[in-house]
């Protein structure tokens, strides 16, 4: 998929519907991981890959291609069914998330998956292997753009403010985070186990360019990675208003979804809410 | 003193159990968690004690030098994360703010091992014995079960310094009765025999167990002992065994580098050399996948250990 031949507004949320299904099914399958965090970053993943980024799946390692880290790797679900979808693999792998001897781990494996740019799970360290990968961007000169997905409990990490404060020191404009800012952690809800608020005076006074959207508005997720794109000064950061569990209602805003699998009956109960 | 496995218990439960219990009696006892609080159970301790609780954030290095700074006002915190994160996220803040300091705080760390499972490599935990060893100051304690991580839990708090507890998840199968090994700085004999012997530790005990069955079924006769504590380890029982034996095993799920096998092998090479096999995890990353496929993968079942054992005998 090369930006440009992107899709419209429709089949986008359209994909993200099916990413979504997929990440479920495969979940449930497994037996486990980590439901809630894939819904809400599936129309941010969805953008990012059918429409923002310059990608050739039939060459995983094409050296311009633009780059994607997901930071918060307990959500690679989703990204595991967008990169099927995409071609990078047979879409039946899918079926095999998390069981021996599959090319799907538990967290992203980059020597595993073809697609992935990174490897993830401890939280915290995307940040700062995407600033590597723009730092040589520019240095090599190619235009290839470096996006990372970050979890908003994963704030918490200081490696991230470090990234953060390194980022801005190199002024890389070729570097966007994505903030999946569901506003629940692990244990709780952000402000009971860390306030992050304000969010984006933090990351302003860091000398970032930070934009505040609703994450599941598929045209304002593309207005922001247009303004990205068009901000040369420096790097920039989307914070991404979205719903833990986004899409099926009993799963939204739940703490609860966080880590668990869905059961037969409850997949089921998903898959009628978020249709055919 | 060791019972057969006739029922499984949550090891994190226990831990979460065992700090109310060490919090009722002990007012200075203070918990850490980074998030995990809910997996660790040390959400026991916070309902209990909401005021001695701080749940830092997804922050490990963070915590382990604010519980460093808690010991200093002569608390004992027990800083929690899982394995993996307690012991290498936060290796040099150990190493700095509390293995130097010799601070009395306790580092605990669940899912040591393969045990985290389908999670994959990057949660797996078979380096941390290797990595807290070598800190000086450092003990470093690694039950088996939910009785004697509880016994672990209220010793730490009896032996001031620094101490790294590697707990597991749940489905342990219970080896000890209730109270749990008298003191866990001894290893614990669980089977004799002059035969042969295996030192274990952690989910490797009941395999071990099981495979001292197979064998004495053939009329080889070993000895099973747990050695809880790697570091400092029981030289004075590790030597009495070797005297009793031709040859030694041990096994446990942690890389054969640097953990449990390596500190029986520093001894015994040192001061009774004999024949001896590490059985472990393979020095290369695991992979996602159920727990125990991921141990039939490394070698770690119990036909392993008894034909390793069997090949060990023939040779000495
Ligand atoms: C370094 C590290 N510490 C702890 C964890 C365990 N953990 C996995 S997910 C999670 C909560 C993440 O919350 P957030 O970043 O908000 O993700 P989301 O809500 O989008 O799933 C925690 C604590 C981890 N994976 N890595």
């Given at each position: 998929?090369?930006?440009?031949?992107?899709?419209?507004?429709?089949?986008?949320?359209?994909?993200?519907?099916?990413?979504?299904?997929?990440?479920?099914?495969?979940?449930?399958?497994?037996?486990?991981?980590?439901?809630?965090?894939?819904?809400s970053a599936?129309d941010l993943?969805?953008?990012?890959?059918?429409?923002?980024?310059?990608?050739?799946?039939?060459?995983?390692?094409?050296?311009?291609?633009?780059?994607?880290?997901?930071?918060?790797?307990?959500?690679?679900?989703?990204?595991?069914?967008?990169?099927?979808?995409?071609?990078?693999?047979?879409?039946?792998?899918?079926?095999?998330?998390?069981?021996?001897?599959?090319?799907?781990?538990?967290?992203?494996?980059?020597?595993?998956?073809?697609?992935?740019?990174?490897?993830?799970?401890?939280?915290?360290?995307?940040?700062?292997?995407?600033?590597?990968?723009?730092?040589?961007?520019?240095?090599?000169?190619?235009?290839?753009?470096?996006?990372?997905?970050?979890?908003?409990?994963?704030?918490?990490?200081?490696?991230?403010?470090?990234?953060?404060?390194?980022?801005?020191?190199?002024?890389?404009?070729?570097?966007?985070?994505v903030i999946d800012y569901?506003?629940?952690?692990?244990?709780?809800?952000?402000?009971?186990?860390?306030?992050?608020?304000?969010?984006?005076?933090?990351?302003?006074?860091?000398?970032?360019?930070?934009l505040r959207i609703d994450g599941h508005?598929?045209?304002a997720i593309?207005?922001a990675?247009?303004?990205?794109?068009?901000?040369?000064?420096?790097?920039?950061?989307i914070i991404a208003k979205t719903?833990?569990?986004?899409?099926?209602?009993?799963?939204?805003?739940?703490?609860?979804?966080?880590?668990?699998?869905?059961?037969?009956?409850?997949?089921?109960?998903?898959?009628?809410?978020?249709?055919? | 003193?060791?019972?057969?496995?006739?029922?499984?218990?949550?090891?994190?439960?226990?831990?979460?159990?065992?700090?109310?219990?060490?919090?009722?009696?002990?007012?200075?006892?203070?918990?850490?968690?980074?998030?995990?609080?809910?997996?660790?159970?040390?959400?026991?301790?916070?309902?209990?004690?909401?005021?001695?609780?701080?749940?830092?954030?997804?922050?490990?290095?963070?915590?382990?030098?604010?519980?460093?700074?808690?010991?200093?006002?002569?608390?004992?915190?027990?800083?929690?994360?899982?394995?993996?994160?307690?012991?290498?996220?936060?290796?040099?803040?150990?190493?700095?703010?509390?293995?130097?300091?010799?601070?009395?705080?306790?580092?605990?760390?669940?899912?040591?091992?393969?045990?985290?499972?389908?999670?994959?490599?990057?949660?797996?935990?078979?380096?941390?014995?290797?990595?807290?060893?070598?800190?000086?100051?450092?003990?470093?304690?690694?039950?088996?079960?939910?009785?004697?991580?509880?016994?672990?839990?209220?010793?730490?708090?009896?032996?001031?310094?620094?101490?790294?507890?590697?707990?597991?998840?749940?489905?342990?199968?219970?080896?000890?009765?209730?109270?749990?090994?008298?003191?866990?700085?001894?290893?614990?004999?669980?089977?004799?025999?002059?035969?042969?012997?295996?030192?274990?530790?952690?989910?490797?005990?009941?395999?071990?167990?099981?495979?001292?069955?197979?064998?004495?079924?053939?009329?080889?006769?070993?000895?099973?002992?747990?050695?809880?504590?790697?570091?400092?380890?029981?030289?004075?029982?590790?030597?009495?065994?070797?005297?009793?034996?031709?040859?030694?095993?041990?096994?446990?799920?942690?890389?054969?580098?640097?953990?449990?096998?390596?500190?029986?092998?520093?001894?015994?090479?040192?001061?009774?050399?004999?024949?001896?096999?590490?059985?472990?995890?393979?020095?290369?990353?695991?992979?996602?996948?159920?727990?125990?496929?991921?141990?039939?993968?490394?070698?770690?079942?119990?036909?392993?250990?008894?034909?390793?054992?069997?090949?060990?005998?023939?040779?000495?």
């Open positions: 998929m090369a930006r440009g031949q992107a899709h419209d507004v429709d089949s986008l949320r359209e994909i993200a519907r099916q990413l979504r299904i997929d990440s479920l099914r495969m979940i449930h399958l497994a037996g486990g991981g980590h439901p809630g965090g894939s819904l599936a993943v969805t953008a990012l890959y059918f429409h923002e980024m310059n990608l050739r799946s039939e060459e995983p390692d094409w050296p311009d291609r633009d780059r994607f880290v997901l930071s918060k790797g307990h959500g690679c679900p989703v990204l595991y069914a967008a990169l099927a979808r995409l071609g990078y693999f047979d879409p039946q792998h899918l079926d095999t998330l998390r069981k021996f001897g599959t090319i799907l781990q538990g967290h992203p494996d980059m020597n595993k998956t073809p697609g992935l740019d990174a490897t993830t799970g401890s939280l915290g360290q995307g940040l700062s292997v995407g600033l590597g990968m723009a730092l040589i961007g520019r240095l090599d000169r190619r235009a290839y753009r470096v996006f990372v997905m970050l979890g908003c409990g994963e704030l918490d990490e200081g490696q991230v403010w470090e990234a953060a404060m390194c980022a801005a020191k190199y002024r890389v404009a070729n570097l966007t985070a569901n506003q629940l952690q692990l244990d709780g809800t952000n402000d009971e186990i860390m306030p992050l608020e304000p969010l984006e005076d933090k990351w302003r006074s860091f000398n970032w360019n930070a508005d598929m045209p593309l207005d990675l247009r303004a990205a794109r068009e901000h040369e000064q420096g790097p920039t950061v719903i833990k569990g986004k899409g099926v209602s009993f799963m939204e805003d739940q703490l609860d979804w966080h880590g668990v699998a869905p059961n037969a009956e409850q997949l089921e109960a998903a898959l009628v809410e978020l249709g055919p | 003193m060791s019972c057969s496995a006739t029922r499984t218990a949550s090891m994190r439960t226990a831990y979460g159990e065992a700090l109310v219990e060490v919090g009722r009696t002990n007012p200075n006892v203070v918990v850490l968690d980074a998030d995990l609080s809910k997996a660790t159970k040390t959400s026991l301790f916070a309902e209990a004690f909401p005021d001695r609780f701080f749940n830092i954030g997804i922050a490990e290095q963070n915590m382990t030098t604010v519980a460093a700074g808690l010991a200093t006002c002569g608390k004992i915190p027990f800083a929690t994360s899982l394995a993996v994160f307690s012991t290498m996220r936060a290796c040099e803040q150990v190493r700095t703010s509390v293995a130097l300091t010799n601070l009395n705080v306790k580092i605990v760390g669940f899912y040591g091992g393969l045990c985290t499972a389908e999670n994959g490599p990057t949660h797996q935990c078979i380096a941390d014995l290797g990595v807290m060893r070598p800190l000086p100051n450092m003990t470093v304690l690694a039950p088996a079960d939910a009785p004697s991580c509880k016994a672990c839990v209220r010793w730490a708090v009896e032996h001031p310094g620094p101490v790294y507890l590697r707990g597991l998840r749940d489905g342990e199968p219970v080896l000890y009765d209730e109270t749990g090994p008298a003191d866990v700085s001894r290893i614990q004999i669980h089977r004799e025999g002059n035969d042969g012997a295996i030192l274990v530790n952690g989910f490797m005990l009941h395999l071990a167990l099981e495979a001292a069955d197979r064998l004495a079924a053939r009329k080889i006769h070993i000895t099973v002992a747990d050695v809880i504590t790697i570091k400092p380890i029981d030289q004075k029982t590790l030597l009495e065994i070797a005297g009793n034996v031709p040859c030694v095993l041990s096994v446990e799920e942690h890389n054969v580098l640097g953990g449990m096998g390596s500190a029986v092998a520093e001894v015994l090479a040192q001061k009774h050399p004999l024949p001896m096999r590490i059985m472990g995890v393979p020095d290369v990353f695991s992979n996602s996948g159920k727990h125990s496929l991921l141990l039939e993968a490394a070698g770690l079942t119990t036909e392993k250990i008894v034909e390793n054992a069997v090949e060990l005998l023939a040779a000495t």
